[in-house]
């Protein structure tokens, strides 16, 4: 009998702090640095499973907060498990719903043992403990499961993030005892600690202790702003196991993974090129470009002349004007592809330059292009 794959990080090579890698896992290889399209509830909005690996995504998100409120995570279990359920066969990560449970869910009580609310959807009460968001993830089958944290928001004082970040550290430490050993899967632990350097070392450390698969960056990205986030990630990646992943959850624009990038993040996921995608607004090489504006109406150029996806090789602006303004389903369609696609460009075009030894100067080949603006107006 062969034995279960493992989950393996191999390190590739560096440009400056920048990392190129492999991470391999039962279900296929995902390279590094990563962006991973958001599945809030087990799917990834307004696209087909294979038109999202057809941009080049090798790995979905996927949350448990979400998936324990509907459709359940027992019943996905007894339906052959999320990958299965939602036609993904590739690698998917959960993250453990913390996060959702500040933004989202009213009438929280925290206490040592974990979180009770209700959920936004129906008022019904439910609790979230480090040994619950375990079992939900193991009942979803996620190939990388996320331990359990408490994620405040900005602004916060440093006491508070403190006494935060150590209750964290306890629940991470409640989550590796309640994975397990599970072959080929992986469980990623959460720095936090806000802005403040002394605490994320000493979340850090924590984490080290416990013994994590891959270390994520949690606390940003909850409203510090770019300046702030960039401080915090001088150093925050340093601090971590340099021969495990690294994500930085929750982020962002394309200027922030770059970003991050350049400073030692490996993996990503934000929802924004899905939503913009659904709200009109287009990532492209020279920006952002807002498809409802009225400039676009009469313009019978790509949206991107040198991007190759479905949007901008088969329609014009004057087009993606219109069914915007028009509410038309193809709109969120085309638009969710076009940024989805973008995205994966983007990161593989920085595996390319790190690889190379280049990316310093893809950095400011970024920056200079996006300084230029958009196509100006016909």
């Not at 901008?312 to 915007?324: E, F, I, P, Q």
Request: overall charge neutral.
């Amino acid at each position: 009998m062969t034995d279960t794959p493992r989950f393996t990080f191999t390190l590739h090579g560096r440009s400056g702090k920048a990392r190129l890698g492999t991470i391999i896992t039962p279900r296929g290889e995902i390279r590094t640095p990563a962006f991973m399209p958001v599945g809030t509830a087990a799917t990834v909005k307004a696209m087909l499973p294979e038109n999202v690996r057809a941009t080049g995504a090798d790995i979905l998100l996927g949350n448990t907060y979400h998936l324990m409120l509907r459709p359940g995570a027992e019943r996905i279990a007894a339906l052959g498990g999320l990958h299965r359920f939602m036609n993904w066969h590739r690698p998917i990560l959960t993250d453990s719903g913390g996060y959702q449970v500040m933004s989202l869910a009213s009438l929280r009580e925290l206490t040592e043992e974990g979180v009770t609310f209700r959920s936004h959807i129906d008022g019904a009460r439910h609790s979230l403990t480090p040994e619950r968001s375990m079992e939900i993830q193991r009942l979803l089958g996620s190939d990388i499961v996320m331990a359990f944290d408490e994620c405040p928001p900005w602004p916060i004082d440093k006491e508070r993030a403190a006494e935060s970040m150590r209750l964290s550290m306890r629940w991470a430490a409640r989550s590796k005892a309640a994975f397990g050993t599970r072959p080929g899967h992986a469980l990623f632990g959460i720095q936090q600690g806000s802005v403040w350097p002394d605490l994320r070392e000493e979340s850090a450390r924590e984490l080290t202790e416990i013994g994590f698969d891959g270390y994520a960056i949690g606390g940003l990205a909850v409203g510090e702003g770019q300046t702030r986030m960039f401080a915090v990630l001088d150093h925050a990646p340093d601090m971590l196991p340099a021969d495990r992943p690294r994500y930085l959850m929750g982020v962002g624009k394309p200027d922030d993974l770059v970003g991050a990038v350049k400073r030692g993040v490996d993996m990503f996921d934000c929802v924004l090129p899905t939503r913009s995608g659904r709200n009109g607004q287009a990532f492209t090489r020279f920006g952002t470009v807002n498809l409802r504006n009225a400039r676009h109406r009469d313009d019978p150029r790509p949206l991107d002349p040198e991007c190759g996806c479905p949007a901008c090789t088969g329609y014009s602006r004057a087009y993606l004007h219109h069914v915007v303004r028009a509410k038309e389903i193809i709109a969120a369609i085309l638009l969710t592809w076009h940024n989805l696609h973008y995205y994966q460009e983007l990161m593989a075009q920085m595996r390319e330059a790190i690889a190379a030894g280049r990316f310093e100067e893809f950095e400011h080949a970024f920056h200079a292009r996006r300084a230029e603006g958009d196509l100006p107006p016909l």
